[in-house]
């Protein structure tokens, strides 16, 4: 029930499918299933609602500060969309009527967009509507893997939550020399709470800056002005 599809279109979107190009590194391995990149001119969005965000958790959050360290290793599990819905309000969810979000945000200009990549697809998260929009369908995992010089927990972890920035909110503000800053220190602020996050549902996750940009771009079919700045993969501990 927590999955409810809003507008389907996939049979749209089979009449003209467009591959994402698979960076061809020495032992990558393929890709499991084919991808396919979705737009808005081969199909309405495949839009997926997320369950509402729990707001109280069984751990203090000086429990959850002690708790937090890098986890490399994961369980295979996938996420539930419960803990997927929570990761992802943590980083950018909104939390007040005037559209404030969990993370700061420098003039409330919120330069950052959330992804989530699974062996399904990969999803932009929506905060406006707490909902997944499917930017990929089929596993680029291995891909991205690729792209991250073959990181172990990138290719291992159910999913990896991916921060973006888009530089000119920040910058039609701020300008050139000063929104490159602004917007780094609020991916720290989004990854913090993605990290913390996962801590308080019991799941561990690693924040991973090493990366072709241009590759992890180029896997995730990310918009032109959308530059990948995190790779954080998130799983079940291996207990
Ligand atoms: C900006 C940044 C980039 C990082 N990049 C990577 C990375 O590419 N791969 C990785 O395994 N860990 C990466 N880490 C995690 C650090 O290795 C880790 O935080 C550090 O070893 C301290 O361990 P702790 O997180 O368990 O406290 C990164 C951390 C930060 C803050």
Redesign the pocket.
Same mark, same amino acid.
């Given at each position: 029930m927590f999955a409810i599809v809003i507008a389907l279109a996939t049979l749209l979107a089979a009449c003209v499918p467009v591959t994402v190009a698979q960076p061809g590194a020495t032992g990558t391995p393929a890709p499991a299933m084919p991808t396919r990149v979705v737009t808005m001119s081969t199909a309405v969005a495949q839009v997926i609602a997320l369950p509402t965000p729990q707001l109280k958790g069984t751990l203090t959050l000086e429990e959850t500060l002690t708790q %937090? %360290?890098?986890v %490399?290793e994961f369980a295979e599990t996938p996420l539930t969309q419960q803990e997927l819905g929570q990761l992802l309000w943590a980083a950018q969810g909104i939390t007040h009527p005037a559209g404030l979000r969990t993370a700061p945000s420098a003039g409330a200009l919120y330069p950052l967009e959330v992804y989530a990549v699974t062996r399904d697809a990969v999803y932009r998260y929506d905060p406006q509507g707490h909902h997944l929009v499917v930017q990929v369908q089929g596993d680029v995992r291995p891909a991205l893997y690729a792209a #991250?010089?073959m990181?172990a927990?990138v290719l291992r972890a159910p999913c990896v939550i991916v921060i973006a920035a888009v530089y000119a909110r920040t910058s039609a503000k701020y300008g050139e020399e000063r929104a490159p800053r602004y917007v780094h220190l609020e991916a720290g602020h989004a990854a913090q709470n993605i990290l913390l996050q996962a801590v308080a549902l019991d799941l561990g996750a690693?924040?991973?800056? #090493?990366?072709y940009d241009d590759k992890v771009k180029q896997v995730l079919a990310l918009p032109a002005d959308h530059d990948p700045l995190?790779l954080i993969p998130v799983g079940r501990l291996v207990k």
């Open positions: %937090r %360290r890098s %490399r #991250a010089l990181q927990p690693v924040p991973i800056g #090493a990366f995190y």
